[in-house]
């Protein structure tokens, strides 16, 4: 089992940037593929962004697409997901969820953490 506890969300003005922190304790970290998934007021929880056990594979969503960067620090149990250029509509709940295969839908994933809330300004 994993535990997740996300970090780094806040108020921002549109065009400027963020990074978030996923931490994990428990288990094996390296073991797990970590997803970024987001949750809007009212809407449907979506994939963000996701990266393999090794760092080596990473995928967005084509809203993150270009803006936004994962990244993983085995040593550290960390991954970060470094959000540039934000738009109002990136305003969302932010979760980081950890799976034993990288996936871009949340039915693959097994542990979730509490959530950071994100709000960017236009």
């Known amino acids: 089992q994993v535990q997740l506890v996300e970090s780094g969300g806040g108020l921002v003005q549109a065009g400027g940037s963020l990074r978030l922190s996923c931490a994990a304790s428990g288990r094996a970290f390296s073991s797990y593929a970590i997803g970024w998934f987001r949750q809007a007021p009212g809407k449907e929880r979506e994939f963000v962004a996701a990266?393999?056990?090794?760092?080596?594979?990473?995928y967005y969503a084509d809203s993150a697409e270009g803006r936004f960067t994962i990244s993983r620090d085995n040593t550290k149990s960390t991954v970060y997901l470094q959000m540039n250029s934000l738009k109002p509509e990136d305003t969302a709940k932010y979760y980081c969820?950890?799976?034993?295969?990288?996936?871009?839908?949340?039915?693959?994933?097994?542990?979730w953490g509490q959530g950071t809330q994100v709000t960017v300004s236009s």
């Open positions: 990266i393999s056990r090794t760092g080596d594979g990473t």
């Open positions: 969820a950890a799976s034993t295969v990288v996936a871009g839908t949340e039915q693959h994933y097994d542990y």
